[in-house]
């Protein structure tokens, strides 16, 4: 069977569209990083439902302001603890990507748990624990 032009022309546009399609994947690639997010976002939303900020908890465990922020995004000992005990639970269970499935802590912590992510991706996590809830 013979094609027209007109589908000729169709086809090879084809690639052209693939390729704009590939430019707008999902900003989150792995499955790693968005779990993480997640994670993040769970461990906040369960702190606005016990009535806590970031700060708050800072304060209350006497940790050094802007600790508890950045325990949500990179691996911090007396964060994820100050963190848990507001929390009345177990670090190990907030966040079983820095721990192991018995408790404890990985040592060293992997490389892709300092990652930084985007405010888009904290955003469009933080949405999607609200959702989940």
């Not at 094609?3 to 390729?19: D, F, G, M």
């Not at 702190?47 to 325990?71: I, K, M, N, Q």
Request: contains cysteine; positive net charge.
């Amino acid at each position: 069977m013979e094609r027209t032009n007109r589908e000729k022309e169709a086809l090879q546009c084809l690639p052209v569209l693939n390729e704009v399609s590939l430019m707008h994947r999902d900003r989150i690639a792995d499955k790693a990083a968005k779990a993480r997010l997640d994670e993040a976002a769970r461990v906040k939303f369960k702190l606005d439902a016990h009535g806590y900020s970031l700060y708050d908890v800072d304060r209350e465990y006497g940790l050094p302001l802007g600790t508890a922020g950045t325990t949500l995004r990179e691996p911090n000992a007396a964060g994820e603890r100050a963190i848990a005990a507001a929390l009345n639970a177990r670090p190990h269970l907030l966040w079983r990507s820095r721990y192991h499935g018995d408790g404890r802590r990985k040592t060293p912590q992997p490389a892709e748990n300092y990652q930084r992510s985007t405010k888009r991706d904290r955003r469009a996590a933080a949405s999607n624990a609200e959702v989940a809830a």
